[in-house]
């Protein structure tokens, strides 16, 4: 497979995706016509904030499956179009932080101690302090705009210099600001108010876009101090110099301008505005951490396995991940089974959770059965990102229900499937860390270990069945590893399940559906 590396990231990253046995392309900078036109050979992408992922670019990039962020901010990615496609879009959300919120002092005691423009007059030998008088943080009261991973970094650096600290960010927990010793306010405006310094750490969305403005300039405090390390516009660039030239803002240090790379904004020719190249996150630990944890990223994607990190899948932790990669292996196994042992169409399937899986958090593994379930009958591309997307668009009714208390098993994870006029059932578990064992279908109970080639049969309850298999498929050079029989009560008809070691042909498949006393047998494909 194929993938570009559109803008900069570390050697480092670029090793792991050659380590990979990835084609890797490293082509930075390159004009939108000819990224255009190249993109359809590429399987994943790897950009920072520069280049624009948006409906355009998709509707060209027909073999793309995993577009991966090189850092946090994903504005510059259009989410609705990859989740259609089925595009993984994975990002690096830890990775930088420590170094966008150092960047954010650093702006803040270059603005307010004006550091920049000293270093330009001695350097220009001119040993002149007029006009550089600058402010302490000691006693000051700095208010931050989102108290996510960046804030609340800015938050803790900076009591430790004296400052006291104060937080608007409607969408986290009381206990949060508690957490960061920050007092929470509960409007804009009152942070505004009460602000000697502003800083700004929120994604850029259409609620957060120009929410420092005018109104805002207009109940701030005379000589008020801002930084944006974030996303430029969140602070309204228009704005914000009318109010440095009315002597409002004091200061301000910026990172970030709406029309990056351009260097079109009123804030740059003006004296008391620190301006750096969106450098936030250029440090060497960060372009470190992102670029090797980009490559990663895009390598389990372009596996098929669920992603930490994922934008468009359900927010997973590395540890998180970690525990419930087996239950996700088993749910998708348990997919797997139905299509290929029923032809019914599904109309419902409930994905009942008991023991200790039923304390986790489940909805990847929900979409890991899904996934296993489509799979196995669609063409189109089938993963974690758009598998529940197909089941609502083919009208199957996903539901997900926790059972407490004790089982026969620590943990288990049972499908019933729906169709028309039956229910389908089939159950699995985890014994240790990572075995996966099916343990139920449709009633009859086994202790099977999935393996990639298996055999499938239903026969008559009665001596010489297994026999005949075994015969017929050791004709066939076809060599069983194991073997398990289930049968049930008030049946004639017992299940067995054949591991073996290799693809068992249509012909052998024909001869043992046509045996006396099978009622059906089909290759299973795990
Ligand atoms: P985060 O998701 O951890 O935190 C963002 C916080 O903003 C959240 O707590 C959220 O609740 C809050 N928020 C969202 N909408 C809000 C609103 N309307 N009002 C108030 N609060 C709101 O994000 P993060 O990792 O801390 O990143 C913060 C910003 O920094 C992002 O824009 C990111 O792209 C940017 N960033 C910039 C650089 C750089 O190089 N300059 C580097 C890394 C990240
Ligand atoms: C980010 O969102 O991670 C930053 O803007 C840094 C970057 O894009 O390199």
Redesign the pocket.
Same mark, same amino acid.
């Given at each position: 497979m194929k993938v570009l590396v559109a803008e900069k990231i570390a050697q480092e990253g670029i090793d792991i995706l050659k380590n990979a046995n990835l084609i890797v392309d490293v082509q930075l900078n390159l004009p939108r016509e000819k990224l255009l036109e190249i993109i359809k050979d590429y399987d994943a992408i790897i950009v920072r904030s520069v280049t624009k992922i948006n409906e355009e670019f998709y509707e060209k990039a027909q073999k793309l499956k995993v577009v991966g962020r090189a $850092?946090?901010?994903v504005?510059n990615i259009e989410m609705e179009g990859a989740t259609k496609r089925g595009i993984i879009v994975v990002n690096t !959300?830890e990775a930088?932080?420590v170094? /966008?919120a150092e960047?954010t002092i650093g702006l803040l005691l270059s603005s307010i101690r004006y550091i920049t423009q000293g270093n330009k007059r001695i350097k220009g030998g001119n040993w002149d302090r007029s006009g550089l008088k600058g402010i302490e943080l000691q006693g000051k009261t700095l208010g931050i +705009?989102? *108290? $996510? =991973?960046? $804030?609340s970094l800015v938050a803790t650096r900076l009591q430790a210099f004296g400052m006291k600290v104060i937080a608007?960010? !409607?969408?986290?927990t009381d206990a949060r600001f508690k957490k960061f010793g920050v007092e929470k306010k509960e409007t *804009?405006e009152d942070l505004v108010r009460e602000s000697d310094i502003i800083t700004v750490? @929120? !994604?850029? @969305?259409e609620?957060?876009f120009g929410?420092i403005g005018e109104e805002q300039f207009k109940i701030a405090k005379k000589g008020l101090r801002v930084v944006n390390? /974030? =996303?430029g516009g969140i602070i309204n660039e228009e704005a914000l110099a009318k109010a440095i030239k009315e002597g409002i803002v004091a200061s301000a240090g910026i990172? +970030?301008l709406v029309d990056e790379p351009k260097c079109n904004s009123p804030l740059i020719e003006l004296e008391n505005v620190v301006n750096t190249p969106? *450098? $936030? /996150?250029d440090t060497e630990e960060a372009q470190y951490n992102v670029g090797t944890m980009v490559a990663h990223e895009v390598v389990s994607a372009l596996k098929g396995e669920m992603v930490p990190n994922a934008v468009n899948l359900p927010t997973l932790q590395i540890t998180e991940l970690n525990d419930l990669k087996a239950y996700l292996k088993l749910g998708e196994t348990l997919g797997k089974l139905y299509h290929q042992l029923e032809k019914d169409p599904v109309e419902r399937i409930e994905i009942q959770y008991r023991g200790e899986i039923a304390d986790k958090e489940t909805t990847a593994v929900t979409l890991s059965v899904l996934k296993g379930l489509f799979e196995t009958i669609l063409k189109e591309r089938v993963n974690y990102v758009n598998a529940s997307l197909i089941a609502k668009n083919r009208g199957v009714e996903v539901t997900e229900s926790k059972i407490t208390g004790e089982g026969k098993y620590m943990n288990l994870i049972k499908l019933l499937i729906s169709s028309k006029d039956k229910t389908y059932t089939c159950s699995g578990t985890v014994f240790g860390k990572d075995e996966i064992r099916i343990v139920e279908v449709n009633g009859y109970e086994f202790d099977v270990m999935p393996s990639p080639y298996m055999l499938v049969a239903i026969n008559l309850d009665k001596p010489g069945m297994i026999g005949q298999i075994g015969t017929l498929l050791g004709v066939n050079k076809i060599n069983i590893a194991t073997m398990q029989v289930s049968r049930k009560k008030n049946t004639e008809w017992a299940m067995m399940f054949l591991a073996v070691d290799s693809e068992v042909c249509k012909e052998s498949l024909e001869l043992i559906n046509n045996m006396e006393g099978i009622l059906s047998a089909q290759f299973v494909k795990l």
């Open positions: $850092g946090t901010g504005d !959300p930088n932080n170094s /966008a960047h +705009v989102g *108290l $996510g =991973r960046i $804030g608007y960010d !409607p969408y986290i *804009l750490h @929120t !994604p850029k @969305t609620e957060t929410m390390c /974030a =996303r990172d +970030v969106h *450098l $936030g /996150a």
